[in-house]
């Protein structure tokens, strides 16, 4: 089974997953963890690093460590555009805490810049990462952005990038482009059933009835 190792890049996390000496990165963090999670990588045969979905805080270190570990990046075509220029695509918010989190968020991408890198791969509904050592299946889940994925890795855990935050508490994402479909992408994880949760903002919990629980 795979070994989920979650690094704390501030706020935002990145995973090194790995199994029997084979490993893929998701997420590469914000501008100075790059060295942090450099490091972690270099224990092990890193061979491909999975973005979760196109902002910022996600995505910031891609550049640098797509070259310092010499592998492709991965991420879903929907979601492409986004990398070049997160205010291609509107930032909604529910609630007072989601209202802070998209300011925040909004500012960062007006003062901060993702250094670019193209994509190799792009990652559909169904598709499996097997040729990477790491069993784990992409699921689409749309509505925090266009083009958000999530990846369910031995029918045991599941990391949903923002499609679900454990900012405050585990539930429902504060902020996105779409609320129904942010929704029918929750219903979608509950429906895994017995998961264990790693979000792109806080710890894991276990999988529940999301859309019941977080609004
Ligand atoms: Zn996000
Ligand atoms: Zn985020």
Redesign the pocket.
């Known amino acids: 089974m795979a070994e989920i190792k979650r690094i704390r890049c501030g706020s935002v996390n990145s995973y090194l997953i790995e199994e029997h000496g084979r490993a893929i990165l998701v997420d590469t963090g914000r501008n100075g963890s790059e060295e942090k999670i450099l490091a972690q990588c270099q224990k092990t045969k890193v061979e491909l690093i999975v973005l979760t ?1 196109g ?1 910022l ?2 995505v910031q270190n891609t550049a640098y460590l797509k070259k310092a570990l010499g592998v492709p990046v991965a991420l879903h075509k929907e979601d492409v555009n986004l990398i070049k220029d997160n205010f291609i695509e509107p930032l909604r918010y529910r609630g007072f805490l989601g209202m802070v989190v998209a300011e925040v968020s909004a500012k960062s991408f007006e003062t901060d810049r993702i250094p670019e890198f193209t994509p190799e791969i792009f990652l559909k509904e169904g598709d499996w990462l097997k040729d990477y050592g790491i069993n784990a299946r992409i699921m689409e889940l749309p509505g ?2 266009r083009g958000s994925i999530g990846l369910d890795l031995d029918e045991k855990n599941v990391i949903v990038g ?1 499609a679900l935050m454990n900012m405050f508490y585990p539930g429902l994402s504060m902020v996105y482009w779409d609320r129904g479909e942010m929704v029918k992408s929750a219903d979608k994880i509950s429906a895994l059933g017995a998961r264990k949760v790693y979000f ?1 903002h806080g710890g894991p919990v276990e999988n529940r009835a999301w859309n019941r629980a977080g609004i």
């Open positions: 979905h902002h805080d996600h925090h952005t923002d792109g």
